[in-house]
């Protein structure tokens, strides 16, 4: 199973400035052996990136998806019609969960994205003052079992599950290992309890929140941490290929 890194761009470079970023990314990434490398652009940015995009390098993904496939819902964009943009789909970013996004919502977006052949990136978290409370673990563990309620075993075991503490985004301070462990280990095993070992087996966890290279080595070695969700990094070609090339540097 290969590790992987998606690059979360939120609302930040149109189709021009997209293009130039994903040129120099094709310039200095390699290809990859050990990491799939996924960006994740806006929506705008997908049809013209999608045309002539180096594959063997780089997959795209997309950041939100409506639940419904289709029909009167102004403003928004389906499963269906990111079909041959996008491979993966972030779902449930703690930004979108700020704007009103519900556990319901998301539990339907992962249902629509893996229905239409995307792989979801389901995103969890608790908040500064959840985690104050103790409750990190129970957080992440309820948001887990609400998103995944509309699928099955062999469906998550297709997933990427990012944990992201929505304390660590944006910040330019990453959690520790010692803090992102009793969650990575509690969503392994809310998901080994509710699907079984088949959906353990190939389902991918990674780590989110100002994630740059230089946490790489220490957090691939938390049992259970399969990649990164880096947003800031993601931007930086430089500093994103710093991470891809940390990755595949690791043991
Ligand atoms: P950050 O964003 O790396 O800039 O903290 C991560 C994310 O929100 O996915």
Not at 178 to 193: G, N
Request: charge should be negative; include cysteine.
């Amino acid at each position: 199973m290969k590790r992987i890194i998606v690059g979360n761009w939120k609302m930040n470079l149109g189709p021009t400035e997209a293009s130039l970023l994903v040129h120099r990314l094709d310039e200095k990434l390699e290809a990859t052996k050990y990491t799939e490398v996924v960006i994740c652009p806006p929506f705008v940015d997908l049809f013209p990136l999608a045309k002539d995009l180096n594959r063997k390098k780089l997959k795209l993904g997309a950041q939100n998806i409506h639940y419904m496939d289709e029909g009167a819902f102004t403003g928004e964009i389906s499963a269906p019609m990111l079909k041959g943009l996008a491979d993966y789909v972030i779902v449930g970013h703690s930004e979108r969960r700020a704007m009103g996004e519900t556990d319901k919502d998301i539990a339907r977006k992962v249902a629509a994205a893996i229905r239409n052949n995307l792989i979801p990136v389901l995103c969890l978290g608790e908040s500064l003052s959840e985690r104050h409370h103790g409750l990190s673990t129970k957080v992440v563990t309820d948001q887990l079992t609400a998103d995944l309620a509309d699928v099955t075993a062999s469906d998550v075991a297709n997933m990427v599950i990012a944990y992201e503490p929505v304390w660590a985004i944006g910040a330019g301070v990453p959690a520790t290992p010692d803090e992102v462990k009793p969650c990575i280990s509690a969503i392994r095993s809310t998901v080994e309890e509710l699907y079984g070992e088949e959906a353990i087996g190939s389902l991918r966890i990674i780590y989110g929140g100002s994630a740059t290279h230089e946490i790489v080595a220490d957090f691939l070695r938390i049992p259970g941490i399969d990649g990164f969700l880096p947003g800031g990094a993601s931007l930086n070609y430089e500093k994103f290929t710093a991470m891809v090339k940390a990755s595949e540097d690791f043991e």
